[in-house]
């Protein structure tokens, strides 16, 4: 199957396939073209894993969600390139002791969001512009997720 490149707007009536990422345990460099706009499964890690995203860019997308087959032990932190990028938004926090809440960056520094032992997860992180990521998704965990500065 060739691959198809299009420089403009795309509009379709009938739907896109674009196949998942399955993503290796272990700290990963996101690039656009391997992971944007895609579904990037992340795997029950054998340690804490770092998924360093690009610089934001507006409308392009990065999706997670937890593959893994039971509660991890591990951490998903997700960063930016760095402070001069950060998170505006949030995720709701579904604890899995039956409590329900939201926890924000403080959309002005927080370029980090550590996801702890998570049973499951559902985030994206969707460029604004050429400094801001808009983040929002879902959280499964015992523990709260954070955000913070790098």
């Known amino acids: ?9 795309v509009i379709s009536n009938n739907g ?3 196949a998942p990422v399955e993503l290796a345990d ?10 944007g706009g895609r ?19 507006a409308g392009v997308s990065y999706r997670f969600v937890y593959g893994g087959a039971a509660a991890d032990a591990t951490d ?3 960063i930016t390139p760095g402070n001069a990028n950060f ?12 409590e329900i809440s939201a926890v924000f960056a403080d959309g002005n520094s927080n370029s980090s969001l550590q996801i702890n032992v998570p ?6 992180f969707i460029g604004v512009d050429s ?20």
Do not use: C, W
């Open 119 to 124: 049973a499951g997860f559902d985030v994206t």
């Open 131 to 150: 400094t801001n990521y808009r983040v929002m998704g879902s959280v499964t965990s015992a523990t709260a997720p954070a955000f913070a500065d790098q």
């Open 26 to 35: 272990g700290d990963i460099t996101i690039t656009k073209l391997t992971h």
């Open 16 to 18: 896109f396939q674009v």
């Open 76 to 78: 998903a932190i997700f």
């Open 39 to 57: 579904i990037n499964f992340v795997p029950d890690g054998g340690q804490d894993n770092t998924y360093t995203l690009p610089a934001p860019e």
């Open 87 to 98: 998170y505006i938004g949030g995720v709701t926090f579904l604890d899995t002791d039956n």
């Open 1 to 9: 199957m060739a691959n198809t490149t299009f420089t403009g707007p």
